[in-house]
């Protein structure tokens, strides 16, 4: 009996010392520090004076503890000014002291001329009100702000002159390069009915794998430690920055097709080039990713063929007096409240015809066919019928109006 609780013992023993060996192996603890490698943690209150903790939200606080700000000393003064109670927001030219790189590559990009682009070419008048941005043809009640400058404000005008809101992407006073790396970033803005690039990408096989596999994916470390990992061990499919920040780039005009009214990029060619020598070849071949953007290529010069010709018939509609020239005269927003049923409709097709050629360049069956050209075909059905029914109409007027003149004659 007494040997059998020895026996018992030591084999409890055993299994304890086997346990906490696992707990301690190399793998579990490689994993941990994989996930949290662009993470630090210092104690704030050790390092930060009172004055900048009284009274400031203890989430941020902690945020900033576990970065990388923390660790190399840059507190709150650097990027907010000395004044704790009247907080300067930071630009890019602030952040450019440091990452000069980055402001610089990121004023090339469309992203800093986002408030630019969406300002009229003239003065809007909406009700009788003039006004400084498209979206603020909208009615007061919200739209203007959740429909549009929430947004466009990565590209917002700064009083120091700079253009942008680098806190767009890095949200988080962690600023966590494996969040900003990461396509959920891009889905805040890159997504929706007339720009699904972030559902197309995650409809597609490369968002299918992101979705399955992405979180034993490792996006830490700095621009130089990732993009050198990416050389030797790549992730499992590309993300948005793969294609479109390789290397790190902040202009993140790399590999578009098509500018933001849908004509296609004048140095197309080399993107393409571009896109197979950069990203495309780390898991296909030249021949094979050259086939599929060349498949894209064509479903998009297709619907934007079919677009083409439905704007020339709404300019038709619009010479000949049928309708009245919205935009000529507000030059505000399309979906204001202000359109007639044709023009409606025509936006309508343009926004499917934005889902076809998004969906089929981020390889994605649902977004470039079934909510793509297939609600394009849909969409012109019913435009063609508006622009019939309003030519139809019109020349009935005209034949009644013609027949009044010739009993006034005949009287």
């Excluded at 609780?5 to 793998?27: A, M, N, Q, R, V």
């Excluded at 005008?157 to 600023?175: M, Y």
């Excluded at 830490?220 to 290397?247: D, K, L, N, Y």
């Excluded at 990713?289 to 079919?306: F, I, Q």
Aim: hydrophobic share 30%; with cysteine; proline share 3%.
């Amino acid at each position: 009996m007494y040997k059998r609780k020895i026996l018992k013992f030591c084999l409890f023993g055993i299994l304890c010392i086997g346990l906490f060996l696992t707990g301690c192996s190399k793998d579990t603890a490689s994993i941990d520090e994989s996930i949290t490698s662009d993470l630090v943690d210092v104690d704030y209150t050790e390092v930060l004076s009172e004055e900048w903790i009284i009274n400031q939200p203890v989430g941020i606080l902690t945020q900033w503890s576990k970065s990388k700000h923390a660790k190399e000393g840059v507190s709150c003064d650097v990027c907010h000014g000395s004044d704790p109670q009247n907080l300067e927001k930071p630009t890019p030219t602030t952040c450019g002291v440091c990452h000069n790189q980055q402001a610089e590559e990121f004023a090339m990009s469309t992203h800093s001329t986002a408030i630019v682009h969406a300002m009229s070419k003239d003065s809007s008048i909406y009700n009788g009100v003039e006004v400084e941005y498209k979206w603020q043809a909208y009615p007061e009640g919200g739209p203007d702000k959740w429909g549009c400058a929430n947004c466009h404000s990565v590209g917002v005008i700064n009083d120091d002159g700079s253009l942008g809101d680098c806190s767009s992407c890095h949200g988080s006073h962690e600023f966590s390069l494996q969040q900003a790396r990461s396509p959920e970033t891009c889905n805040g803005c890159h997504s929706g009915p007339g720009h699904p690039q972030y559902e197309s990408y995650i409809e597609s096989r490369h968002g299918i794998l992101w979705q399955s596999l992405g979180d034993t994916w490792d996006l830490s470390g700095s621009t130089e430690e990732f993009w050198a990992r990416q050389e030797v061990e790549p992730i499992g499919a590309p993300t948005c920055s793969t294609c479109h920040m390789p290397g790190g780039s902040h202009n993140t005009a790399n590999g578009k097709a098509h500018d933001l009214y849908g004509n296609r990029m004048e140095d197309y060619d080399e993107e393409v080039t571009f896109m197979v020598e950069n990203s495309c070849n780390t898991c296909h071949t030249e021949e094979f990713a050259r086939e599929w953007l060349g498949n894209a290529n064509e479903l998009a010069e297709y619907t934007l063929g079919r677009m083409r010709e439905a704007k020339g018939m709404l300019e038709g509609l619009k010479k000949d007096g049928l309708i009245r020239p919205t935009m000529e005269i507000t030059n505000a927003h399309p979906i204001a409240g202000q359109l007639s049923a044709v023009e409606s409709l025509f936006f309508q097709v343009n926004m499917a015809t934005n889902r076809a050629r998004k969906g089929a360049y981020h390889m994605s069956s649902q977004w470039a066919g079934r909510q793509g050209w297939t609600d394009q075909s849909f969409g012109l059905m019913e435009f063609r019928s508006e622009v019939e029914r309003l030519r139809t109409d019109a020349e009935r007027e005209k034949r009644i109006q013609d027949l009044e003149e010739l009993i006034k004659k005949a009287n």
